[in-house]
C-alpha cells in the first residue's frame, strides 16, 4: 500500500469568512471542496498528491480498455468489482462520482469515485459531502483484489507494442468525434451501442436522423441554425436580462468575486453589447467577428444575425473556477421611455431568443425603481416563449427600501409580469441585494436581512444543480428541438400541397400565408399535433415571405418515421445505456 504524503502544491486551507454574507459563491457549489485561496482552488476530482495521482493514472488505463479518456458503466462494472464492495455501495460510488450523469467516468471523477471507494472500505458513509473532506488527497488508494496482475500484464503489452521514450510509453487516444467529421464515416461508424456517452450518442443521432430532415425543409432558416459540435460539447450557459442599471454586470462580478476583462458599471446604460464570460487560459476580450467564426465556440449560429450584431458581440474569457463549469451571458440593458425610439441596429429579441435556447437558465433582473416593464422588455419577454422553464425573476436592491416598501414593491412586480407572462401559474422571484456591499440593516432590520440569506441561499442551489442537470438539459433541449422540426416538416409538406400545378401559384402563395393560422389548424387536425408546439404564426410568415413555397422538397415520410423512431427507440435506448450501471 503506498504511503501517505501532502496534497500536491499549496495547502488547501479555508479563506477568511469575509464580511459580508451575501459572498455566498466563493464557490461552495459542491463542484469545489473547501474554498482555499482563489489562484490556488482546485476540484475535489482532482485533489491527489503526486504519488497517489500516478497510481490512479495506471489504474485508470486499465478501467478503460479502449483508451478513449472515458469508463463507461460496462468497464467500471469490472473495474470496481474488484473492490469487494456491495452493489449498493458500488451504485452510491457511481451516483456520486457520475453526478452530471454523463454515463462515463473522466480520469477526475475516477479519482473521486477510487476514493469514495477508499471510504466505503474503511466502514464510513459516503455521500456527496464526502468529496469536501480535508484529507481526502492523503487517503490511501483502495484495496482491489486482482489489480496487480493486470498492472503487470499491461505494461508488458505497453512494452511490446510501443516502446518507452524517456520512461514514458506513447499511447494513441483514438478521437471520439472522427465519424462525425466525415461524409464517408455513416457508412462505417459503430452501432449506436458503441458511442461512449449521451452528448456522442446525441450527436450521432443528430446528424443521422434529425439533420436530414432540418435541411430538406430548410429548418435552420426558420427556428435556429443547424447543430454543430461545439453546441454539443459546450458548458452550460446562464443568460441575465433587464432594464438598465438593476444590476446584470454586478452580478456576475459578484458570482466571480471579481471583474471581468471588459466589464463596465454605471447608473446609465453601459454594457452596450452581448458579453460571453467563460474560461480561458488568461484574462482577454474577443471581438465577436472573431469568435463568431470559431469552430470550437458554440457562437457560429449568430454570423446569421450580421455584421451589425458582431459588431455588439464581445467574448470575454478569464481563468476561474467557477467558469470551468458555467458560462455567463450578460446583455444589454433593455430600453424604456425616450430610448425605444432610438433603433437598435440589429434584432435584438431574435438575438435573445436565440440565446435562450442555447441557455440553461434565463435570470430577468429587476430593481424597486425599475418594476415597469417597456415596450421592449415585453417583446424580449414574449420571445422566450418555450423556455418558461429555465426563467427565474431576481429582485436586486431590494435593500434600497423599507419592509414595507419592499412589500409593496414585490406585490406590483407580480403585477406587471403576470401581465406579460400570461400564465396562471406564479413565477419564482428570488429577493436580494447582489453586490459587494454590506446589506443596508437599517432599511430591512434583521427579519429583512434573515430573509435575503435565505432567499440566496434557494438561488444558489439553482445556480449548483446547473452543471449536474447540463446533460439531462442537453437531452431536453434535442427533443424539444427534433419535434419542432417535425412539426415544421408537416407544416412545409402541407403548404407544398396545397399549391396549384400549373397556373396561379403566386396568388395561391400569398392566400396561404395570408391564412397561414388557418393552414396551422389544418395541419394540427390531420396529424393530432398539440397546438403549444407550433411556431409563432408571425414569425413565420415573414419568413415564409421570402420563400417560393413551390421550391420546397414534397412531403417525405421517410424521414419523418426516422425522427419518430428516434424520439420513440434511440433516446430512451441511450438513455438506458448510460444510466447507473448498478441499477
Not at 482577454?284 to 469568435?291: A, F, L, V
Request: charge should be positive; proline fraction near 7%.
Amino acid at each position: 500500500m503506498p504511503h501517505r504524503s501532502t496534497p500536491r502544491g499549496r495547502s488547501r486551507k479555508r479563506g477568511a469568512p469575509h464580511p459580508h454574507p451575501l459572498r455566498f459563491l466563493r464557490l461552495r457549489l459542491c463542484l469545489c471542496s473547501s474554498p482555499p485561496p482563489r489562484r490556488a482552488m482546485e476540484l475535489p476530482r482532482s485533489a491527489c498528491s503526486k504519488e497517489h495521482h500516478k497510481i490512479y493514472a495506471a489504474w485508470f488505463a486499465v478501467a478503460d480498455p479502449d483508451g478513449d479518456g472515458r469508463v463507461t458503466g460496462a468497464d467500471a462494472t469490472k473495474f470496481f468489482a474488484m473492490s469487494g464492495l456491495s452493489r449498493a455501495d458500488l451504485k452510491q460510488v457511481w451516483a456520486i462520482a457520475d453526478s452530471k450523469r454523463q454515463g462515463f467516468l473522466g480520469f477526475g471523477e475516477f479519482v473521486s469515485s477510487m476514493q469514495l471507494v477508499s471510504l466505503a472500505q474503511a466502514g464510513e458513509e459516503i455521500s456527496q459531502d464526502s468529496l469536501k473532506r480535508e484529507d481526502l488527497s492523503s487517503l490511501d488508494p483502495p484495496v482491489m483484489e486482482g489489480l496487480d496482475e493486470l498492472l503487470a500484464r499491461s505494461k508488458a503489452v505497453v512494452k511490446r507494442v510501443h516502446p518507452e521514450e524517456n520512461g514514458t510509453p506513447q499511447v494513441q487516444v483514438p478521437s471520439s468525434n472522427g465519424w462525425f467529421s466525415s461524409k464517408s464515416a455513416k457508412k462505417t461508424h459503430d452501432p449506436l451501442t458503441a458511442v461512449t456517452s449521451v452528448i456522442d450518442g446525441l450527436k450521432r443521432l443528430y446528424i443521422e436522423k434529425l439533420k436530414p430532415l432540418e435541411v430538406a425543409y430548410r429548418f435552420n432558416d426558420f427556428a435556429s441554425p443547424l447543430l454543430t459540435n461545439s453546441d454539443f460539447d459546450a458548458k452550460p450557459m446562464v443568460m441575465l436580462l433587464g432594464q438598465y442599471s438593476t444590476g446584470k454586470t454586478t452580478f456576475i462580478k459578484h458570482l466571480l468575486e471579481t471583474s471581468y476583462p471588459g466589464a463596465h458599471v454605471g447608473p446609465e446604460p453601459t454594457t452596450d453589447r452581448f458579453v460571453v464570460v467563460m474560461s480561458g487560459s488568461d484574462e482577454r476580450t474577443i471581438p465577436g467577428n472573431t469568435i463568431a467564426v470559431q469552430a470550437d465556440m458554440p457562437f457560429t449560429g449568430l454570423t446569421t444575425f450580421g455584421g451589425a450584431f458582431l459588431s455588439k458581440f464581445e467574448c470575454s474569457q478569464m481563468p476561474h473556477p467557477l467558469l470551468d463549469h458555467i458560462t455567463f451571458v450578460d446583455t444589454p440593458g433593455v430600453l424604456s421611455g425616450e430610448k425605444q425610439r432610438t433603433q437598435r441596429s440589429y434584432e435584438f429579441t431574435g438575438v435573445t431568443s436565440w440565446f435562450a435556447a442555447k441557455c440553461d437558465l434565463i435570470l430577468l433582473l429587476f430593481d424597486p425603481h425599475k418594476l415597469d416593464i417597456s415596450d421592449e422588455f415585453k417583446r424580449v419577454i414574449s420571445s422566450l416563449r418555450g423556455h418558461d422553464d429555465k426563467i427565474r425573476v431576481v429582485l436586486n436592491k431590494a435593500d434600497q427600501v423599507d419592509t414595507q416598501q419592499l412589500m409593496r414593491v414585490y406585490g406590483a412586480l407580480m403585477w406587471s409580469l403576470g401581465k406579460v407572462l400570461n400564465t396562471p401559474e406564479v413565477v419564482r422571484v428570488y429577493i436580494g441585494s447582489f453586490n459587494d456591499k454590506p446589506v443596508n440593516e437599517t432599511a430591512v432590520g434583521p427579519i429583512g436581512k434573515d430573509l435575503f440569506e435565505k432567499e440566496q441561499e434557494d438561488l444558489l442551489c439553482d445556480l449548483k444543480d446547473i452543471p449536474k442537470k447540463a446533460c439531462d438539459r442537453r437531452v431536453n433541449e434535442f427533443v424539444k428541438r427534433a419535434r419542432a422540426a417535425k412539426i415544421h416538416a408537416y407544416i412545409i409538406g402541407h403548404l407544398k400541397k396545397e399549391m396549384p400545378a400549373m397556373m396561379g401559384k403566386a396568388k395561391a402563395q400569398q392566400r396561404l400565408i395570408d391564412n397561414l393560422g388557418d393552414e396551422f389548424a389544418k395541419v394540427q387536425r390531420e396529424y393530432h399535433l398539440p397546438a403549444g408546439d407550433f411556431p409563432d404564426v408571425e414569425h413565420f410568415k415573414q419568413v415564409l415571405g421570402g420563400y417560393n413555397i413551390d421550391k420546397f422538397e414534397k412531403m417525405k415520410p421517410k424521414l419523418v418515421q426516422a425522427v419518430d423512431d428516434m424520439l420513440a427507440y434511440d433516446i430512451p435506448e441511450l438513455l438506458k445505456n448510460f444510466r447507473n450501471p448498478y441499477e
